[in-house]
């Protein structure tokens, strides 16, 4: 097939899933267009042989305070699908991706071309930019407008179901992981680099924003700590919430447990050090972070909020517990620090249980997905 992508370039849930779905797609000899503001993070210094990238650029002009991205993003979508011959557009998240494929399918069907479009919803584009009265009413409209509607977790699905009325059928096809990259690869002397060998150690990764409850991670740590001093915490990320957590760390004399380590592309080893990861997050549509961890054979400790308990399956590969339940979260965190053998059996079935959300179980079902709606489309072509 000849598919279109439309994504976000950055280093978000959606951009990273899009563009994995992607790569995987052109590697299974499928021709791959990626139409975006600019080359998606995933595909730099890489060269695939059935992977395209189309900019979308947008005029500078003094009238615009604001260059109206939507409408360049439209233009670009029937220049590239008239030329490049499109059977089939996927775009993901639905502000304003799907909005401007609706745009793009209604000036194609003046020229006499029709492309079946697939809207992706990821999370916050329901949750909280779907909420906002200013766009409500265009994202319901979108949706209903798309030939076909996937959600990453049945929690998104039944979130958008509940805020908005969708006439569409909302497919559910789960987030996915490359096993091939996530695995447990224990490095002893990257560990030796933040603790003793027989250290326990917790980890959060996350853009550190309110929403990921960054600060009872640190105070989850901190209970667990008390109780457990040959322990560390590794933070992984960045953002507005890290001035609070590091005060904090300070004020509490936590400093020299506890290592923030900012960004990193690949995580993989530095989860594999790890024993328990930490996400208390108060919304989450799918918990990628916490399935990455898994794979890496480290055991979870969640909210039940959202898509998270499709993912973290309570006593069998860590624990869920109520949103804001610190006293919780830490009672259980030191069960899993202090009980070898319970943690070797989550440890396992982390492991086990993550390949089933594995690029080569997910992506077919995205490629069955296509071919369906594809021909949907095509029995209701006018005569």
Known sequence: MNIGIVCYPTYGGSGVLATELGIALGEMGHKVHFISSS????????????????EVRNMEYPLFEYSPYETAL??????????EKLDILHVHYAVPHASAAFMAK??????????????????????????DPSYAPVVQFSINMSDGVTAVSHSLKSDTLYKFA?????????????TSKFYRNFDIDLKSRFGDK??????????FRPVKRVLDVVKIFEEVNGIVPQSKLLMIGDGPERHKLEEYCRTQGLCDNIHFLGKKDSISTLLSICDVFLM??????????????MACGVPVISSNVGGIPEVNIDGKTGFVCALGDVAAMSSKAIQL????????????ECLRFSKEFDIAHIVPKY????????QESMVTLPS
Do not use: M
């Open 39 to 54: 080359l998606p993070a995933r595909l730099n210094n890489t060269f695939y042989s059935n992977v395209f990238f189309h």
């Open 280 to 293: 208390p997050s108060a919304k989450e549509s799918f918990g990628l972070a916490a399935l990455e961890a």
């Open 337 to 348: 620090a202090t009980d070898k053998a319970l943690w070797k059996q989550f440890s396992d």
């Open 74 to 83: 439209s233009s670009k979508l029937v220049d590239v699908i008239t030329y």
């Open 166 to 178: 969708i006439e569409k059928e909302i497919e559910v096809i789960h987030n996915f992981i490359d």
């Open 198 to 207: 027989d250290d326990v150690f917790f980890v959060h990764v996350s853009n």
């Open 367 to 374: 490629e069955a997905y296509y071919h369906q709606i594809v």
């Open 106 to 131: 209604q000036i194609l069907q003046t020229k006499g071309i029709k492309i079946p479009v697939i809207t992706t919803l990821h999370g916050t584009d329901i949750t909280l930019v779907g909420n």
